[in-house]
């Protein structure tokens, strides 16, 4: 697959068909158009795409239809349907048929990028494979060889096929949600949906509405019935990660869940039947939780039939020397490096850290040293460097920027560190997007926007940064 996300547009209306197509390639998709359903059939079972977005009346094949054959040969492509408010009822039936979601016209620009968005994510996350053992770093992989990554290969043997919760246990950074893919890729479920939500990035007030939908008039906003997490991902897997993070009423309405295998729509009556497999991931400590009234002891029995505990950096410390490789190989293209290397000491010297943000801050910091080093074998004053940086830029989002100018100055006065300008801007950059991120309350569309920029250049950012939003 490639780095740009595609996306194939039925539309007959040809004005409003180029009207998407700008935008969708404005903000960083590439758009296949056609003006017939079944053209659309034909042309999607040949060729790989991310998102099918298609208009509900079409000639040669209508929507429905075409939801119905495409989810046969290809059940994990997510299908959009845009339709009029007259024909939302028919578009209820398309969920049911296997698409993923539906948006109402006339539609808000931003809503629908948002959910074009959210499915690209969602196709890359179920069909992108997960190896365990990588060392190929054109693949997303989980890597290692000590004897702990070897227990937890076993483990994740062990329990993919098993039809249970599983609850994935870690420290931030080591790499919870790459094993719940692995789980997901190595089960019965591989043919049906993937669905991931990181329910410490939605806030309160919608996340009960994102996991379960809600009915139309359900509270104040709520023009349409919608479709949730838990529905998108039925017959399949929903990973649910950051899981100790719930509000006491969401546990309450997950656990129910869990008990009677069915959900209800958000001011809905309807009990609707779910076959779907749950992991749950977390980094907080839920006993303590449990202890102190924030988390349901009954909902952590419920998830935890299964526990995966996905060992520190620093508890398998033999594999760095192979994650260094992995990451160097990795930004090779993205950085113009042939041939990227790192001295023997100053790979010693990463291997002696303590790494509290673990194998993604590992990554940040190799990748830093490589911009550092400019296309030359990364040495032990680079990472210094890097490490250097990522502790003054960790440090100034804390401060004034007055007070934090002057401390970066000051350090360049000791000859602690030279480029003064780059590191400064960077801080300051960072703040910036973190902010605008936590101000969007993660909407991509909204702080790109605000921030004067492309959604491809906020997604490149947010990558740099090791800023994380689930609606990247």
């Not at 059939?41 to 040949?46: F, Y």
């Not at 329990?159 to 246990?169: E, G, H, N, Q, Y």
């Not at 790459?178 to 410490?200: D, F, G, M």
Request: charged share 25%; proline share 3%.
């Amino acid at each position: 697959m490639t780095d740009i996300p595609k996306i194939l547009l039925i539309e007959d209306d040809s004005a409003i068909a180029d009207g998407l197509r700008r935008v969708l390639g404005r903000n960083g998709y590439d758009v296949t158009m056609l003006l017939r359903g079944d053209e659309g059939l034909k042309q999607a079972g040949r060729d790989h795409f991310d998102v099918v977005l298609t208009d509900f009346k079409l000639p040669g094949l209508s929507g429905l239809e075409l939801v119905a054959q495409l989810h046969a040969v290809k059940p994990l492509l997510p299908v959009i349907v845009m339709t009029a408010h007259g024909s939302t009822e028919t578009a209820i039936e398309a969920t049911k048929l296997g698409a993923y979601d539906y948006i109402l016209k006339p539609f808000d620009v931003e809503e629908l990028l948002d959910l074009v968005n959210q499915a690209a994510a969602t196709s890359r996350l179920a069909s992108d494979p997960v190896g365990m053992g990588v060392t190929d770093p054109v693949h997303n992989g989980i890597v290692g060889n000590s004897r702990a990554m070897q227990a937890l290969y076993k483990e994740i043997g062990r329990i993919a096929t098993k039809p249970v919760t599983a609850l994935i246990r870690g420290e931030t950074g080591t790499g919870k949600e790459l094993v719940a893919r692995a789980i997901y890729q190595h089960s019965n479920r591989t043919a049906k949906p993937y669905v991931a939500v990181n329910c410490a990035a939605i806030p309160e007030t919608l996340l009960e509405s994102e996991l379960f939908g809600h009915e139309r008039g359900a509270f104040t906003g709520a023009e349409t019935r919608r479709i949730g997490r838990f529905e998108q991902a039925n017959e399949g897997t929903i990973f649910l990660d950051e899981i100790g993070e719930l509000t006491p009423h969401t546990q309450s309405k997950l656990l129910r869940v869990l008990q009677e295998k069915s959900i209800q729509r958000l001011g809905g009556k309807e009990h609707i039947p779910l076959d779907i497999r749950v992991v749950a991931a977390t980094n907080r400590d839920l006993e303590q939780a449990i202890e102190e009234k924030k988390f349901r002891e009954d909902l952590y029995y419920r998830l935890s039939v299964v526990v995966i505990h996905v060992p520190s950096l620093r508890d398998r410390r033999e594999d760095i020397p192979l994650l260094i490789q992995y990451f160097l190989h990795r930004y090779s293209g993205e950085l113009a490096v042939n041939n990227p290397a790192m001295s023997a000491e100053a790979s010693s010297f990463l291997a002696e850290q303590l790494w509290p943000g673990n194998v993604r801050e590992l990554e940040n910091v190799v990748r830093q040293a490589m911009l550092i080093a400019r296309g030359y074998t990364v040495s032990l004053e680079d990472v210094r460097q890097a490490m250097q940086k990522r502790e003054l830029i960790s440090s100034g989002t804390q401060q004034s920027i007055s007070s934090y100018v002057d401390d970066v100055l000051r350090a360049a006065v000791r000859g602690e560190i030279t480029d003064v300008r780059d590191v400064v801007m960077q801080a300051v950059e960072r703040e910036l997007y973190t902010q605008a991120l936590n101000l969007a309350e993660g909407n991509l569309t909204k702080a790109a926007k605000w921030l004067g920029v492309t959604r491809v250049t906020l997604r490149e950012k947010l990558n740099a940064f090791g800023l994380r939003s689930e609606a990247n």
